[in-house]
Nanobody, 126 residues
Framework: QLQLVESGGGLVQPGGSLRLSCAAS????????IGWFRQAPGKEREGVSC????????KYTDSVKGRFSISRDNAKNTSYLQMNSLKPEDTAIYYC???????????????????WGQGTQVTVSS
């Protein structure tokens, strides 16, 4: 069974950091692009970042550039989203997604992805 599981969410104060993990099981992430998305209450899902299958290509939405960093460790079948200088507006459920049809490319559009995790809650509040 193909599965993605996010972890690492939690409650953090403004200015703090969290590292989210996205672990795959049932398939190998080597040939899959990974996307990270978030959805805040009452808002549409937003593409946050993505990384190509080789790790050579990354993208970030403007609001997280310079604060978030995406990476992947294919040996561990896991992708990471390092989030620094967190702001209250980063509060959301964060999802990872994978797609094997993007080649060495990635996308921050959710419609491009076939496999999704269940999400992990990130709350930034004092």
């Amino acid at each position: 069974q193909l599965q993605l599981v996010e972890s690492g969410g939690g409650l953090v104060q403004p200015g703090g950091s969290l590292r989210l993990s996205c672990a795959a099981s049932g398939f190998t992430l080597d040939y899959y692009a990974i996307g990270w998305f978030r959805q805040a209450p009452g808002k549409e899902r937003e593409g946050v970042s993505c990384i190509s299958s080789s790790g050579g290509g990354t993208k970030y939405t403007d609001s997280v550039k310079g604060r978030f960093s995406i990476s992947r460790d294919n040996a561990k079948n896991t992708s990471y989203l390092q989030m620094n200088s967190l702001k209250p507006e980063d509060t959301a459920i964060y999802y990872c997604a994978a797609d094997g049809a993007l080649g060495d490319y990635c996308s921050v559009y959710g419609s491009e992805y076939d496999y999704w995790g269940q999400g992990t809650q990130v709350t930034v509040s004092s």
